[in-house]
């Protein structure tokens, strides 16, 4: 019953779009994309290299007139198998602006596409440990207060774009931007989620700039109830930054430290495997406009010193057009 409502809710929002795109005076602008990311690992503790093509997202950006807009994405081998993601129609007026469908979440969307844009590398922190899904099925509304502060509250489906046929939980979300200036921007995300027990997420986030040179951005995740399983708590805190020598070379890193907090003294198994400390540095190069080629090396240091660590060297490249 729960999955019903929230496909109403979209297709409700898309058959109050249909009059509006009617009358549209302009013709649609069509612009496709393409966006794949490739990798090869070498293993430094075991020997061993591994090469992996990770993503190839085709789609296309429609601009159907001055308010509305459209994206659909196909990503070809992602999960082996062909998937949407994004596929999302925008509203967007003055201050405010709605987005349907397939979109980034609001956790992801901005690290996704400012604050650490190399996702060719590695996942941000909030997909990597917290395991929040990059991309859901719903709705979302954004209003712009002023050029300080803008807020949006969505609701989605809570099972990620990789379980859409699954039985849905909603999940709602409310998150904060402050802008305070150019350089700065600062805020904090909340979601619930409720299946046997209830599952709460908050993080906050800030991140400077300087010019297009430099840029360092600190979050923090807590997650109770992590994966619906009572009194387990995850926490990451996690500080990651890029600095640009020249237009063609730049340097990237970034440091986790994961850790739980296991109310139950009876389970504390979960706690030794996921605790631990990770860290990113490379270099990244622009051969060419679509291009970037990077070398980078990456560990994971585990609390428990029963677990081996882990020591990576990686070739990553990525080609955007």
């Known amino acids: 019953m729960s999955r019903l409502y929230i496909v109403v809710i979209v297709l409700l929002f898309w058959v109050q779009t249909c009059p509006a795109l009617e009358t549209s005076p302009t013709r649609p602008v069509i612009k496709p994309y393409l966006h ?10 075991r020997d061993t290299i591994l090469f992996k093509q990770e993503k190839v997202i085709f789609g296309v950006n ?3 007139n001055k308010y509305w807009s459209a994206r659909v994405g196909v990503d070809l081998i992602g999960m082996n198998k062909p998937y949407l993601k994004p596929t999302v129609l925008t509203y967007q007026k003055e201050r405010w602006k709605v987005d349907a469908g397939i979109f980034f979440t609001s956790q992801m969307d901005l690290a996704l596409s400012k604050f650490w844009d190399n996702r060719f590398i590695e996942r941000v922190p909030a997909d990597r440990f917290v395991r929040d899904p990059t991309a859901d099925l719903g709705l979302r509304v954004t209003y712009q207060w002023s050029d300080f ?3 949006d509250l969505s609701l989605v489906s809570g099972n990620g774009y990789q379980h859409l046929g699954a039985a849905t939980h909603p999940k709602p979300a409310f998150r904060v931007i402050l802008s305070p200036g150019e350089l700065v921007c600062f805020g904090g995300y909340a979601s619930m989620q409720k299946v046997d027990i209830t599952e709460t997420t908050v993080n906050g986030f800030f991140h400077l700039q300087m010019e297009n040179k430099f840029k360092m951005t600190g979050e ?3 997650k109770s109830n992590f994966h619906f399983v009572r009194k387990q708590q995850q926490n990451v805190a996690s500080l990651y930054s890029t600095y640009s020598f020249l237009p063609w070379l730049g340097v990237v890193g970034q440091y986790d430290i994961v850790w739980s907090d296991n109310m139950d003294s009876f389970n504390t198994a ?8 990770a860290l990113i540095v490379g270099l990244i190069f622009r051969c060419f406009p679509t291009v970037r080629l990077s070398v980078d090396y990456l560990n994971w240091r585990p ?5 081996q660590k882990e020591d990576w060297l990686y070739v990553c490249l990525e ?3």
Do not use: E
């Open 303 to 307: 609390s428990a010193r029963h677990i």
């Open 149 to 151: 502060i803008a807020t």
């Open 270 to 277: 979960w706690n030794i495997f996921n605790d631990g400390k």
């Open 36 to 45: 794949s990311f490739t990798q090869m690992r070498t293993d430094l503790r």
């Open 220 to 222: 923090y995740h807590y």
């Open 319 to 321: 080609f955007k057009y």
């Open 62 to 64: 429609i601009t159907l």
